[in-house]
């Protein structure tokens, strides 16, 4: 664990222009192309310490927390093939900063369990944000700092443009994540396709059988490609590969990907908010965006391919030399940001 005069020294307004170069301060027409940034070796932290459980909507939640009660909010999300343990250097940063910082598994990860064995399995974009606002009321937060990346960027996204009472502000890697499945349908130029290879191999019988045997070297595979740079050791794959045992997990994954190419159903219910998400709804909450410049999923233009969608205060950092897990491979950068965002 850090504690305030460490993170004050990382963090900073004055060490932090030393070490982590010229960062765009938060304003409704900040840009930057991050070129300059350097980015601080990732700490060793390896657990959160007990986890919680709560009940919210339909789930039993797994979480973990830190730093004090009645500190304002931040609740870091994560992404597939993911967990928590993306955040376990961010967490006690922002705990040290007097964040209550809560970590949430999401639905089919970790000790998240679903109450009824009857529960239909979804895994479409607007449900798993709904989640998320039923462990905000669970927990009794009005509002809170939302920050991610894949699937937790997304969710993240959504949280912030349909329901922005709830969000405080906004840290968001590769930007705007929304999902439109009509545009889904068009093909991507063929590079960006290859990098999508296992979204296409869950479409198949074959896929879902290879995730459910395989989940763990799969997964590793991934990690591999979407981070070209990080040298993790077995030790940190493996501390996060636990969370794939869930007895949710692949239908989860397999249902999440299915659906955003619109080969598996979601749920009728729910068909309101996913028109208001197929319109592209603009995000007005401050935000930064994160991109990792080494992320195979990271579009070009240094964030102008989703500029237009924050109407807000704004800032959009390029971290160089960083991957797709980007709280993880660059902590305190991410922590940086959360700070840098809520303004406080």
């Known amino acids: ?46 657990s959160f310490g007990p986890l919680k459980q709560i009940e919210a909507g339909v789930l039993n ?33 922002l705990a040290a900063k007097g964040y209550r910082v809560i970590v949430p598994y ?16 979804n895994a479409q974009q607007s449900v798993i944000a709904l989640d998320v606002i039923a462990l905000l009321d ?22 912030a443009a349909l329901w922005p009472e709830r969000c405080t502000a906004l840290v968001s890697v590769t930007g705007y994540l929304i999902t439109n499945r009509e545009n889904n349908r068009r093909p991507l130029p063929p590079k960006a396709e290859w990098a999508w290879w296992y979204q296409y191999y869950f479409a198949t019988e074959r896929g879902r059988l290879g995730l459910e045997q395989n989940r763990h070297d799969l997964a ?7 981070s070209p740079t990080w040298d993790f050791d077995d030790a940190t794959f493996d501390r996060t590969a636990a969370a794939f045992e869930n007895p949710d997990y692949v239908s989860i994954v ?11 159903k979601g749920d009728p219910r729910y068909d309101r908010l996913e028109k208001r998400l197929a319109e592209g709804p603009v995000i007005a909450v401050p935000t930064i965006t994160l ?36 709280p993880q491979e660059a902590p305190q950068a991410f922590a940086e940001a959360v700070v840098d965002v809520d303004g406080r």
């Not at 927390?65 to 993306?86: F, K, N, Q, T």
């Not at 397999?254 to 598996?264: E, P, T, V």
């Open 220 to 226: 590793k595979l991934v990690w591999t490609f979407n």
């Open 291 to 326: 991109d990792g410049e080494s992320d195979p999923f990271t579009p070009p233009g240094d964030g102008a391919a989703y500029r237009s969608k924050f109407s807000g205060k704004y800032a959009h950092r390029t971290l160089r030399g960083i991957g797709h897990n980007v």
């Open 138 to 159: 669970a927990l009794r937060v009005e509002k809170a700092i939302l920050a991610g990346f894949d699937w937790g960027s997304r969710t993240a996204d959504i949280i």
């Open 106 to 121: 999401l639905r089919g990860h970790g000790t998240t369990r679903f109450l009824s064995s009857k529960t239909f399995r």
């Open 254 to 264: 397999i249902g999440n990907y299915r659906w955003r190419l619109s080969l598996a």
């Open 61 to 93: 939640v797994g979480y973990a927390e830190a730093g004090p009660a009645a500190g304002p909010a931040v609740v870091l999300l994560h992404g597939w093939p993911y967990d928590i343990h993306s955040y376990v250097d961010v967490a006690p940063l």
């Open 1 to 46: 664990m850090i504690n305030r005069r460490a993170f004050g020294k990382i963090a900073g307004a004055g060490a932090a222009a030393a070490l982590l170069g010229n960062r765009p301060s938060l304003s409704s027409a900040a840009t930057s192309d991050g070129k300059n940034d350097v980015i601080l070796p990732a700490m060793k932290n390896t």
